[in-house]
């Protein structure tokens, strides 16, 4: 266990998003980082036709330090956007502890998880408080 290794993982889609296009539908995509390495940064396609329920099925990979992800240090974050004619409008984020995503075997041979995280809403500035995320995790 330690040093670097790979993070690979695909970012599906999301449901009943919060519409912040009063008028128009949304083109919606996600741009996600790992939190200390945003050279690291991604982003999905924007979906023209899902509205508040796009599909993405992107896959990405991330380099990570594995001991910093075990010892809870690093997250996932996942910043879901719409296309904007004035500038592109942040509909909500989500934050991913990276351990959970890694807890299981440390052979090298990690199962395949599917999680799922409600986004908090990214519109009126809100901020998530800490543990929101464990409270409020989806069972798929």
Avoid at 49 to 78: C, Y
Avoid at 98 to 115: A, C, H, I, N, S
Wanted: aromatic share 10%; charged share 25%.
């Amino acid at each position: 266990m330690g040093g670097e290794t790979s993070l690979e993982l695909t970012i599906i889609s999301a449901k009943d998003l919060y519409n912040v296009n009063i008028f128009a539908k949304m083109n919606v995509y996600a741009v996600v980082y790992i939190t200390g390495n945003q050279d690291q940064k991604q982003k999905t396609h924007a979906d023209e036709d899902g509205d508040s329920n796009p599909t993405w099925n992107h896959r990405m990979k991330f380099t990570i330090d594995e001991s910093a992800a075990l010892q809870n240090r690093l997250t996932l974050v996942v910043k879901i956007k719409a296309v904007g004619m004035f500038g592109d409008k942040d509909v909500g984020e989500v934050h991913v502890p990276v351990k959970e995503l890694l807890d299981g075997d440390y052979t090298g041979t990690r199962p395949l998880q599917f999680v799922c995280y409600q986004p908090a809403p990214g519109y009126g500035g809100y901020t998530p408080q800490p543990g929101y995320w464990e409270e409020r995790r989806a069972a798929c």
